[in-house]
Nanobody, 116 residues
Framework: QVQLVESGGGLVQPGGSLNLSCVVS????????MAWYRQAPGKQRELVALVYRVGSTNYTDSVKGRFTISRDNAKNSVSLQMNSLKPEDTAVYYCNGRSLYGYEYWGQGTQVTVSS
């Protein structure tokens, strides 16, 4: 069973920054993609950022230019650097991994609250 463990969430003021980290219990070389999703209260879970095994990335429009996803294969970890945070970024953030065989794995989620 693959485990994904997130950390780094918390309370931050608007305009501030946070760095989320996700440690995976297996080599990232076996993962087709790694991603961060978020779910705000009363809303559906949405894709925030994704990085493929080959290194290319995708971002949802609302975070482009503010968030950066990166992967460290040596540490089996994926990070999400979030800058210029806005109140609308408040949500539970989930780490997601999809293996080369199509299996999907989720972390337990970490709360991010942007408020003054």
């Amino acid at each position: 069973q693959v485990q994904l463990v997130e950390s780094g969430g918390g309370l931050v003021q608007p305009g501030g920054s946070l760095n989320l980290s996700c440690v995976v219990s297996r080599s990232l070389h076996t993962m087709y993609s790694m991603a961060w999703y978020r779910q705000a209260p009363g809303k559906q879970r949405e894709l925030v950022a994704l990085v493929y095994r080959v290194g290319s990335t995708n971002y949802t429009d609302s975070v482009k230019g503010r968030f950066t996803i990166s992967r460290d294969n040596a540490k089996n970890s994926v990070s999400l650097q979030m800058n210029s945070l806005k109140p609308e970024d408040t949500a539970v953030y989930y780490c997601n991994g999809r293996s080369l065989y199509g299996y999907e794995y989720w972390g337990q989620g970490t709360q991010v609250t942007v408020s003054s």
